[in-house]
């Protein structure tokens, strides 16, 4: 008997001990905690284009992610400066998003709806960058030449200089004043810009000390009257083309040209400067708006070190040059060089992920300062003798 009575009481707890594990709730997997880092946003954009829309959402994104953390000091030195050059970089530093909706809106735009994953610290570094590269050289100060005519007559005042530069002034850019320059050297700069004269426009930035020129027309020409409900209206056409530059390299940093944009006033006569004027004005805010947009994106390009250096040498053969451009290829972060020599003036293009500050520290230290001596130093071009010569 009592064997049979043990064999049940096993069995029993066996059983019982089966039910409970098959009652009992399979153990849910674990969430992992979301990184305190990022913050998870909701954005909208509107634009010309989807891609144009994109950008815009893109940019409240990264603003709303930043907010409390990184954009809410407005007393900090060159803060709209460094705002807005960040937010020109949010395709690049918002990687993770999700286009949540997209549409054609009313006016002919289109509007995007995003949610997006924001890094704080990457956001942080990159105001850290900005920050570096504006104590380096300072606020990048930019001349502006417009030549505008109406039916053939260049203007005193051109309107769309004027709209680009307080465009560029919001955003705390220094602009050159040309309102004290010789009348003579004024006449150089509208016959330089009405020619496309990219040299000519170059070296009167330098003397300026402009890091950055914007050039262009403007013309606005008769294009008849037409009557508006009645009304006689004078309509001028009105085509511009705008480019902008790095004084010290001249590599172009953006281009922008626009059709035949019309604008008209109230008038009998086909002859209207108030029409050619009112033609100048629409076309103004979409070119501002894409030439910044191009200005924006070419010096954040700059300042997180992946564009172009210049570097030139004078005082070199060939060997020593060639030499050179070994050394200067064996510094981390350099990416390319390519070498050219002239009359004993070793010119080399470089591609690194470095400022012109970080490469020039780099080039005074270790062999290379054994060979050259750094003279003089702009946003995107290195001087520099050889050692000796």
């Not at 009481?9 to 979301?34: D, E, Y």
């Not at 990457?122 to 005519?149: C, D, F, H, M, Y």
């Not at 019309?262 to 108030?274: C, I, M, N, T």
């Not at 191009?294 to 040059?321: P, R």
Request: with cysteine; proline share 3%.
């Amino acid at each position: 008997m009592t064997p049979t009575i043990r064999y049940r009481t096993v069995n029993f707890m066996l059983t019982l001990g089966a039910i409970t594990a098959i009652a009992s709730p399979p153990a849910r997997a674990q969430t992992p905690p979301k990184p305190a880092d990022v913050v998870v946003v909701e954005a909208d954009g509107e634009g010309v284009t989807r891609e144009a829309a994109l950008k815009v959402a893109l940019r409240a994104a990264l603003e709303k992610g930043g907010q409390q953390e990184i954009f809410s000091d407005t007393k900090v030195q060159n803060f709209q400066l460094m705002h807005d050059t960040i937010l020109s970089r949010a395709v690049g530093l918002v990687k993770d998003y999700e286009v949540v909706k997209e549409a054609p809106v009313v006016g002919g735009t289109f509007k995007v709806w995003i949610k997006a994953r924001v890094s704080k610290s990457v956001l942080a570094q990159s105001w850290g960058e900005v920050q570096n590269v504006l104590n380096q050289i300072g606020r990048p100060k930019i001349l502006v030449a417009i030549t505008e005519k109406i039916d053939g007559r260049t203007e005193d005042q051109s309107i769309l200089e004027t709209k680009i530069e307080e465009r560029l002034l919001r955003s705390g850019f220094d602009m050159v004043e040309k309102s004290g320059a010789a009348s003579i050297r004024q006449k150089e700069l509208d016959d330089a810009a009405a020619e496309g004269n990219v040299g000519k426009l170059q070296a009167i930035a330098k003397d300026f000390d402009a890091h950055i020129f914007i050039a262009g027309t403007a013309n606005a020409n008769q294009a008849g009257i037409e009557a508006v409900f009645g009304v006689p209206i004078a309509f001028y056409n009105c085509d511009v083309q705008v480019k902008a530059f790095y004084t010290d390299t001249a590599k172009l940093l953006a281009s922008k040209g626009l059709p035949s944009t019309r604008g008209g006033a109230r008038g009998l006569k086909e002859y209207s400067p108030q029409a050619g004027k009112q033609a100048i004005d629409n076309v103004s805010q979409q070119l501002i708006n894409e030439i910044y947009e191009q200005v924006m994106e070419q010096w954040c390009t700059a300042i997180s070190a992946g564009g172009e250096l210049v570097l030139e040498v004078e005082g070199f053969s060939f060997k020593q040059g060639n030499d050179l451009k070994k050394l200067i290829a064996s510094i981390e972060g350099v990416e390319h060089v390519n070498f050219k020599l002239t009359k004993g003036v070793a010119t080399y293009a470089i591609n690194a992920k470095m400022s012109a500050q970080d490469l020039a520290e780099k080039l005074s230290e270790g062999e290379v300062a054994k060979v050259i001596e750094i003279v003089d130093l702009k946003q995107n071009r290195l001087q520099a003798k050889a050692v000796g010569g």
